[in-house]
C-alpha cells in the first residue's frame, strides 16, 4: 500500500516550488527576460573562483578518492577545516569529533530533529519560519508549535516562546539572518532567549535543543551575527555552503555538536544514527574536498547589498512597506491587501512571482528573493509600480 502520508507531501509540492516551476512556464512562453521571478532563495552570484580552482586539483586525483565513499561522517580533513575555522573565527576549541558533514541544510535540520526529539514531543519554531521546518518536525513524529516574532521587529519575542513551552517540548529552531524576513537576531534577543531556555530547564530531565540553522550566516549587511552555543549551552549548529560558495545544488553542510555541550557524548552518535537512519551518510565526497579549499572563502556579500539597496529603494518610493533586512537576500514585504495569496495571484498578471506569506506561518506579507540578477530586478521596477497604482485605483 502506498505511504498517504508521502504521497499528499509529493502530490502537493511546497508553494516556493510551484511558483519557480509557473516562472520556467512562464519564461516559455513569452521569454525569460519578460519574467520576474523572486521565489527561490537559488544565488545568482557565481561560486568564488577558488571553488573551482579546487575542483580542478581534485580531478586530479585517482578515481577512488574522487569519487569513492567517505567515512560516514565526512573527510576527517574536512570535519578539521571546519572545526579550525569556527575556532579561529569564534575563540573555541573544537575538534573534528564535533563536526558530522551532511547532505545540506535540509539533512542537516532533518539529522538534528530526528537526533533530539522522540515520537510526540514538540519543536518551537518562530513564525514567520522556512515552511520545510513543519515537514521535518512531523517527518520526526514530533508537533510544530508555531510562536509569533515580534511583528514589527521579526525578533524572537523571549515572552511568547516561554508561554509556549511545555513540558512535551524538545527543541526551538532558529535561524538567522532570518529566512524570510532577513532579520539577524541581536545577542539581546538571543540572550533572552537564553534565559527563558535555562529557566524552563530546571527540574528537566533533558534539556531543551537549541537548533541554530545558519545558511545565511556570512550574508550579512553589517550587523554582528552571535555566536548562539556561546549563548546558550545546548545549541546544535547546522549549517550549509548553498548561499555562502553559491552551491546550493551541490548539497553539502555540516552538523556542529559543541563539546561544551553536556550531552555531546550522546547527541552527536544519535546524529549519527538519524544521518543512517535517514539514509544521509556520506556527503559529496568532491565537494566535501571543495570545503577543505574554502572553508574560510569570503562571499560576495556587495553583490546582495547592490540588489537590496535598489529594490527597497524602488518600492519604498512606490508605497510598499518593508522590514530592512539585516541579512540573507529576502525582503519581507507589506502586501497591498490583507489576502497575501491574492494579492500574489494579481502580481501575476504583471509577472511578479513573489511568494505569499501563508506558506510561512503568518498572513498579509510576501517574500522577495532578491539573490537574482541585478538587471532583472531593475527591469522589474515598472511593473512593482503598475501593481502598486493599480491597488490606488
Not at 529566512?179 to 533572552?192: D, F, I, K, M, S
Not at 549587511?221 to 553559491?246: F, N, Q
Request: some cysteine.
Amino acid at each position: 500500500m502506498i505511504n498517504e502520508t508521502m504521497y499528499a507531501r509529493g502530490a502537493e509540492s511546497s508553494v516556493i516550488r510551484e511558483i519557480f516551476s509557473y516562472g520556467l512556464e512562464r519564461k516559455a512562453q513569452i521569454g525569460a527576460d519578460k519574467v520576474f521571478d523572486y521565489s527561490l532563495g537559488n544565488p545568482s552570484v557565481p561560486a568564488p573562483p577558488a571553488v573551482c580552482a579546487s575542483i580542478e586539483r581534485s580531478l586530479e586525483l585517482p578515481s577512488d578518492q574522487l569519487h569513492g565513499y567517505t567515512p560516514a561522517p565526512g573527510l576527517p580533513e574536512v570535519r578539521t577545516a571546519v572545526a579550525e575555522s569556527l575556532n579561529r573565527r569564534f575563540g573555541t576549541a573544537y575538534t573534528m569529533a564535533d563536526v558530522f558533514m551532511t547532505v545540506g541544510a535540509a539533512a542537516s535540520v532533518s539529522m538534528t530533529l530526528h537526533a533530539v526529539t522522540n515520537p510526540g514531543d514538540e519543536v518551537i519554531v518562530i513564525a514567520p519560519y522556512f515552511p520545510e521546518y513543519a515537514v521535518w518536525i512531523e517527518n520526526a513524529q514530533a508537533t510544530c508549535v508555531e510562536v509569533l516574532a515580534d511583528q514589527t521587529t521579526f525578533q524572537i519575542d523571549p515572552a511568547a516562546v516561554a508561554a509556549a513551552i511545555t513540558p512535551k517540548t524538545a527543541a526551538v529552531i532558529i535561524d538567522s539572518p532570518n529566512n524570510p524576513t532577513g532579520a539577524v537576531y541581536t545577542r539581546e534577543t538571543l540572550e533572552a532567549l537564553a534565559d527563558v531556555l535555562n529557566a524552563a530547564n530546571e527540574g528537566r530531565e533533558q534539556p531543551i535543543f537549541l537548533i541554530s540553522d545558519e545558511p545565511y550566516r556570512e550574508i550579512v549587511y553589517g550587523a554582528e551575527v552571535p555566536w548562539v552555543p556561546s549563548i546558550y549551552d545546548d545549541t546544535i549548529v547546522c549549517y550549509s555552503y548553498s548561499k555562502s560558495l553559491s552551491l546550493p545544488g551541490e548539497r553539502v553542510g555540516w552538523v556542529l555538536v559543541p563539546n561544551t555541550m553536556e550531552l555531546a557524548g550522546r547527541v552527536m552518535p544519535a546524529v549519527a544514527g538519524a544521518a543512517r537512519t535517514l539514509g544521509f551518510v556520506c556527503a559529496p565526497a568532491l565537494f566535501q574536498r571543495v570545503v577543505v579549499d574554502c572553508v574560510d572563502e569570503p562571499s560576495d556579500v556587495e553583490a546582495y547589498a547592490r540588489n537590496r539597496t535598489l529594490l527597497t529603494r524602488a518600492l519604498s518610493e512606490y508605497g510598499y512597506t518593508y522590514v530592512e533586512p539585516d541579512g540573507a537576500f529576502y525582503l519581507w514585504v507589506k502586501a497591498l491587501e490583507d489576502d497575501a495569496e491574492a494579492f500574489c495571484e494579481r502580481a501575476k498578471a504583471y509577472e511578479l512571482l513573489p511568494v505569499p506569506s501563508n506558506s510561512f506561518g503568518v498572513p498579509g506579507w510576501f517574500r522577495l528573493g532578491y539573490c537574482i540578477d541585478y538587471d532583472v530586478i531593475e527591469r522589474s521596477l515598472p511593473a512593482w509600480k503598475r501593481l502598486a497604482e493599480d491597488y490606488r485605483v
